[in-house]
């Protein structure tokens, strides 16, 4: 069973809003995933990415592997959460 970290559309014509998913490689677009890991709404200004980078290193440990696209948001959302994190 090889999974895929991707992108999955919800949201309604003109109003796009997705989801990452953990899913078989295999498995529809929109199908049933094995885990939501996050969200993305490409409309909103400022952060439109929330991601859970805990989930999203456990399944890259186990052996998930993300699109293209979906390595380039993890990228970015990594860079990002230094910087939200409060200094302790």
């Known amino acids: 069973m090889a999974l895929k970290i991707r992108l ?3 949201g309604a ?3 796009p809003h997705y989801r990452f998913v953990i899913a078989e490689a295999r498995s529809r677009r929109d199908g049933d995933p094995v885990e ?3 969200i993305y709404d490409p409309r909103l200004k400022g952060e ?3 991601l ?3 989930r999203v290193d456990y ?3 186990k052996g ?3 699109t293209d696209t979906v390595h380039a948001m993890i990228k970015k959302a990594r860079r990002a959460a230094p910087a939200a994190a409060p200094a302790a």
Do not use: F, N, Y
């Open 48 to 50: 439109t990415v929330k």
């Open 52 to 54: 859970k980078l805990d």
């Open 13 to 15: 014509i003109h109003q």
């Open 64 to 66: 998930a592997k993300p």
């Open 59 to 61: 399944w890259l440990g």
């Open 36 to 38: 939501v890991v996050g």
């Open 8 to 10: 999955t559309r919800i």
